[in-house]
C-alpha cells in the first residue's frame, strides 16, 4: 500500500510496500550514514522529505513519457495518434474512448492473432472461418524445384520455391446451397484484411473445399459431371 508510510501523515507508520517517494528519502538518509542525516522531522530531514518526492516526480514523469508508446496506455499521445491513423476524435469523446479507438485501429494495422482475424473475417460474411488443419499434416519443403521446368537448366536451384504451408493461412468460405463461389466482395475483402494484418512471412488462401466432385458431388451440385469429359 504504497504512500501510507511518512508521507501520509499518519501517527503510525502503516501500510505493505514501500512507496516510490519513501523509498528514495530512506536511500537519501542511508547516503549520509548514521547520525549523518539528522533527527527524524527536523529541519534537515524535512527537506531531505521534500527532496525525495521532487526526485520521485521526476521519474514518475519518465514512465509517463515511456508508456505513450503504447496506445492502449496513451494520455498525452492520443492525438498524435488520431493524427498518424488518420482519424479524428468524435465530439464529446472522452480520453477513454479515444483511447479505446486509437488501439483497436493501431492493432488492425500493426498485429495479427487467429481470434481477432476470426472476428474480422466474421464482419465480412459469417460463411469464414480459419481452418487450422493439424501440424502433422503440412507440407514442409525445401527451397528449389521437383523437376526441371521447360527450357530451364536441370541443375542449381529453381526461382520458384517449393510449395509449403508451413506459415499459410487458410481462410474457409463455407458455400450455401447453389452457390459456387463466394461473392467478388467478400474475396475483396479477406484479401484487403489479410493483406494487412498479417507479417510479410505468412501467406494465405482462400477456400470454400477440398478436391473436386464428379458426378454431381455429394450434395449433387458440383458443376464437373464425369459423363462430360467422355469417360
Known amino acids: 500500500m504504497s504512500g501510507l508510510g511518512w508521507i501520509a501523515g499518519l501517527p503510525l507508520e502503516v501500510g505493505g510496500d ?17 547520525g549523518g542525516s539528522g533527527p527524524p522531522d527536523s529541519i534537515e530531514d524535512i527537506w531531505r522529505q521534500s527532496k525525495a ?20 496506455l496513451a494520455t498525452d499521445r492520443i492525438p498524435a495518434y488520431e493524427r498518424l491513423l488518420g ?36 464482419s465480412i460474411n459469417p460463411a469464414l472461418h480459419i481452418e487450422e488443419a493439424p501440424y502433422e499434416l503440412g507440407a514442409l519443403v525445401e527451397l528449389g524445384k521437383v523437376f526441371p521446368m521447360p527450357g530451364a537448366e536441370a541443375t542449381g536451384v529453381s526461382a520458384f520455391p517449393n510449395y509449403a504451408d508451413d506459415f499459410m493461412l487458410r481462410a474457409r468460405y463455407t458455400l450455401a446451397g447453389g452457390e459456387v463461389a463466394p461473392a467478388e466482395t467478400t474475396i ?26 464428379c458426378d454431381g ?13 467422355g469417360a
Open 87 to 122: 482519424f479524428g476524435a468524435p465530439a464529446g469523446a472522452t480520453d477513454e474512448e479515444r483511447r479505446r479507438a486509437v488501439a483497436a485501429a493501431w492493432t488492425t494495422e500493426n498485429l495479427a492473432d487467429l481470434p481477432d482475424i476470426e472476428r474480422s473475417l466474421a
Open 217 to 229: 458431388g455429394a450434395d449433387g451440385t458440383s458443376l464437373l459431371d464425369l459423363k462430360t469429359l
Open 188 to 213: 475483396a475483402g479477406v484479401g484487403d484484411l489479410l493483406n494487412r494484418v498479417l507479417p510479410t512471412w505468412v501467406d494465405f488462401e482462400l477456400v470454400t473445399g477440398d478436391g473436386f466432385f
Open 53 to 72: 518526492q521532487a526526485i520521485a516526480s521526476v521519474v514518475i514523469m519518465i514512465e509517463r513519457a515511456a508508456v505513450q508508446v503504447f496506445p492502449n
Open 18 to 34: 514501500t512507496g516510490r517517494a519513501e523509498a528514495i528519502y530512506r536511500g537519501l538518509r542511508s547516503a549520509v550514514g548514521k
